[in-house]
């Protein structure tokens, strides 16, 4: 498991992301995002406060297979 609690997947062959944060001791999967947007709002949703601020920060958010912020089709 990564040691940050919020994971951003590869993207999919038709573009986005999908992501999931680990709560509670278990893994959820908040939904797919297709932009900055899209993922701010799972991670408000899911009670970050500021999401905003630990999307650069690694010990946050962990970005598979490709830089942050693309969610283009892989």
Sequence with gaps: M???PIVVHRPSPSGGRRVSV???????ILGTAYSDHD??????????VDPEAVLDQPQWVEWRDRPAHDFGAA
């Design 2 to 4: 990564t040691s940050a």
């Design 22 to 28: 680990h709560l509670r001791g278990r893994d959820e």
């Design 39 to 48: 993922l701010v709002v799972f991670l408000e949703g899911a009670g970050i």
